[in-house]
């Protein structure tokens, strides 16, 4: 890499150039000492930063009060709700074409912090912000205190979304990687799986062998 250039600080980075946006990949640890200092910066006019902001509650909270103060935008790398069909998926909610939301499954691949969150980031994006229930680990957490954990979410009332539940699991990755969010309507299913690739859609329809009733 001819080309790159290393600074001892970032103080020295934003000092020796002239930049208006900023995109944080560094080690996990280092996100949020690093990202309150870039947003001292007047310059900085957005900020893309890998997750997590921070591994507590409360410096999170505070760093984005400071991005809001600022009027700064930081977006957090969730990239799954700029897929435009997931996009378009939450317009179909949104529209009422589905009816109303019955229940959530999620399926992420072993660790709440790098691969759970994004789970919750993409209900909060299709069904509106939930309400943890309860969390319950499901495995020892890693080195850096990322481990497996189930959690149990209440979604809010909406117009096009009733009050109704869902859970995230966290499936052991030895054998596979997995992303899944099978979401259940009034008027059919939605499963969104393949990492988030593939979108499948289900109407419900007559049972051939229980005449008075409907399947899906």
Excluded at 59 to 88: C, H, M, S, T
């Amino acid at each position: 890499f001819p080309q790159l250039r290393l600074y001892s600080s970032v103080e020295e980075f934003l000092a020796r150039n002239e930049c208006d946006l900023v995109s944080l990949c560094a080690p996990d640890t280092l996100h949020e000492s690093l990202l309150e200092q870039v947003m001292g910066s007047d310059r900085i006019r957005g900020v893309w930063c890998e997750k997590p902001l921070s591994f507590n509650t409360l410096p999170a909270k505070r760093l984005v009060q400071i991005a809001d103060a600022r009027g700064l935008p930081v977006q957090v790398n969730y990239w799954r709700r700029f897929v435009p069909e997931i996009r378009q998926l939450q317009q179909e909610i949104i529209s009422g074409k589905w009816g109303l939301l019955h229940a959530v499954n999620g399926y992420y691949a072993e660790t709440i912090v790098h691969n759970g969150s994004h789970l919750a980031d993409l209900t909060s994006f299709l069904c509106g912000m939930p309400t943890l229930i309860a969390a319950h680990p499901a495995g020892k957490a890693n080195l850096r205190g990322d481990g497996p954990v189930t959690v149990m979410v209440e979604l809010p009332d909406q117009e096009h979304i009733q009050k109704a539940y869902g859970v995230w699991h966290s499936i052991p990755r030895q054998q596979y990687n997995i992303f899944e969010l099978d979401l259940l309507f009034e008027n059919g299913r939605v499963c969104i799986g393949k990492n988030g690739r593939q979108i499948e859609r289900y109407s419900y329809e007559k049972d051939q062998d229980f005449k008075s009733l409907n399947i899906l």
